[in-house]
């Protein structure tokens, strides 16, 4: 039963599942969120900004998914940062925790069913680029889609027109307005030492990278190395919603032979904890200043 429910995935990943799902959790707030946030590995710290909770443990909401990963506490968020009312996902979900792809990327599609116009994500990633440091944020500007090229895309199957189009472009998949506004209030609040922009890649993980795969990845244009965001981005865009993403570089990348560096969780949980002051403050401000209504053009 569980074979054929996992596999069927059209039907229950589909639109009325979404739509049960948004309906269910509007029916239990007041919050009608126009901003979604979904925090990285060690950053869910976020949610505990927002005010005026709602908080709905993952395993309480209908179709949703379970955490499986430290660092990724497993509640949904309801509430206002500076006034403004957002969701916020304290725990995101992966390709290597099993799930098929259409579901990690579910909340997505419930995000834009439950109103939200504008998804912040934030991720954890390893530093490619030899400028980078640990403990930088780099605004994403594009990505390179690997488990993509081998046909894994949460777009896959069947499309349902109501949420977009067959073939959604992607050349402007990360808002450029948004990019430039976290870059000036990152200016602003003095961060500018430790902000950058880049490119971001998704691998299937759970294995962080060999030596090769990291110097492969960055001759390939890739900035920093990860096992998310690119999933959601994919199906957020295809539903019209604007993007902003980042990464903090938790680690460098190990791209020589006679490093005795090694990549771990606990130092990119470490690392989220150093900079979540921080990175709370800048997704906060960029928040105040999200105008309502202006991604219906997607
Ligand atoms: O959810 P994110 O992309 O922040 O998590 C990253 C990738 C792995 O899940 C984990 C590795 O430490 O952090
Ligand atoms: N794939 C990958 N994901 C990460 N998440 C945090 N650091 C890393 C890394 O070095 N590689």
Same mark, same amino acid.
């Given at each position: 039963l569980f074979l054929v429910a996992e596999t069927g995935f059209h039907r229950i990943y589909g639109y009325d599942d979404c739509k049960a799902t948004a309906d269910w959790l509007l029916a239990q707030t007041d919050v009608r969120p126009i901003v979604g946030i979904v925090c990285g590995s060690g950053m869910g710290g976020l949610a505990d900004t927002l005010k005026n909770q709602v908080a709905?443990?993952?395993?309480?909401?209908?179709?949703?998914?379970?955490?499986?990963?430290?660092? #990724?506490?497993?509640? $949904?968020?309801?509430?206002?940062?500076?006034?403004?009312?957002?969701?916020?996902?304290?725990?995101?979900? #992966? $390709?290597?925790?099993?799930?098929?792809?259409?579901?990690?990327?579910?909340?997505?599609?419930?995000?834009?069913?439950?109103?939200?116009?504008?998804?912040?994500?934030?991720?954890?990633?390893?530093?490619?680029?030899?400028?980078?440091?640990?403990?930088?944020?780099?605004?994403?500007?594009?990505?390179?889609?690997?488990?993509?090229?081998?046909?894994?895309?949460?777009?896959?199957?069947?499309?349902?027109?109501?949420?977009?189009?067959?073939?959604?472009?992607?050349?402007?998949?990360?808002?450029?307005?948004?990019?430039?506004?976290?870059?000036?209030?990152?200016?602003?609040?003095?961060?500018?030492?430790?902000?950058?922009?880049?490119?971001?890649?998704?691998l299937g993980g759970p294995s962080f990278e060999t030596i090769a795969e990291c110097r492969m990845l960055h001759r390939l244009g890739a900035d920093a190395v990860g096992m998310s965001t690119v999933h959601e981005v994919l199906v957020a865009r295809h539903c019209g919603m604007r993007v902003f993403a980042l990464s903090l570089i938790t680690n460098q990348a190990v791209m020589d032979y006679d490093s005795e560096e090694k990549a771990n969780h606990e130092e990119v949980l470490q690392t989220g904890k150093q900079r979540a002051e921080q990175l709370e403050r800048l997704v906060s401000t960029m928040v105040t200043r999200i105008e309502q209504n202006n991604n219906n053009d997607a």
């Open positions: 709905f443990s993952y395993e309480d909401i209908p179709h949703f998914p379970q955490s499986t990963v430290h660092g #990724h506490a497993g509640r $949904l968020v309801f509430g206002t940062l500076k006034g403004r009312p957002c969701v916020c996902m304290q725990g995101r979900f #992966h $390709l290597y925790e099993g799930y098929p792809i259409q579901k990690i990327t579910l909340p997505m599609r419930i995000f834009k069913l439950l109103g939200v116009e504008t998804v912040i994500l934030t991720n954890a990633a390893g530093g490619l680029n030899q400028d980078f440091k640990v403990g930088d944020v780099m605004i994403i500007k594009d990505h390179l889609n690997v488990p993509g090229f081998a046909g894994n895309n949460p777009l896959s199957g069947p499309n349902d027109e109501r949420f977009g189009v067959r073939f959604p472009c992607m050349s402007d998949a990360y808002d450029r307005e948004l990019q430039q506004m976290a870059m000036e209030i990152g200016q602003e609040l003095g961060y500018g030492d430790f902000l950058r922009e880049g490119v971001y890649c998704v």
